[in-house]
């Protein structure tokens, strides 16, 4: 499974962006619950945000809660992560990543459940 992450910029506090990760047209997307994690300078990744198979259950980390969005099209083979009202602590290259996984529920905020990822974007925010 070969993903593409993408929309990474930079951008002013209470600004917004759009991160796309695409797979690869062998993939289909719909077998996997996808994720977005995060990973500032000297810090740990981080969970973000997850979506299920079908899109309809997600779960987000709670300082984004209210502000990202994730969203998905099977039918285009890709994720997405609206985010709105940047912070400065947003900032970080975000990566998406594929869990194969039929099982749904918190345990899918974990990383190490993930089997593939894409190669990160980077987000910026500053004045």
């Known amino acids: 499974v070969q993903l593409q992450a993408s929309g990474g910029g930079l951008v002013q506090p209470g600004g917004s962006l759009r991160l796309s990760c695409a797979a690869s047209?062998?993939?289909?997307?719909?077998?996997?619950?996808m994720g977005w994690f995060r990973q500032a300078p000297g810090k740990d990744r981080e969970f973000v945000a997850v979506?299920?198979?079908?899109?309809?259950?997600?779960y987000y980390r709670d300082s984004v809660k209210g502000r990202f969005t994730i969203s998905r099209d099977n039918a285009k083979n890709t994720v997405y992560l609206q985010m709105d009202s940047l912070t400065p602590e947003d900032a970080a290259i975000y990566y998406c990543?594929?869990?194969?996984?039929?099982?749904?529920?918190?345990?899918?905020?974990?990383?190490?459940?993930?089997?593939?990822w894409g190669q990160g974007t980077l987000v910026t925010v500053s004045s």
């Open positions: 990543a594929a869990d194969p996984s039929i099982t749904w529920g918190p345990s899918r905020t974990n990383w190490k459940v993930y089997n593939y």
């Open positions: 047209a062998r993939t289909s997307i719909s077998r996997y619950n």
């Open positions: 979506i299920s198979r079908s899109g309809s259950n997600n």
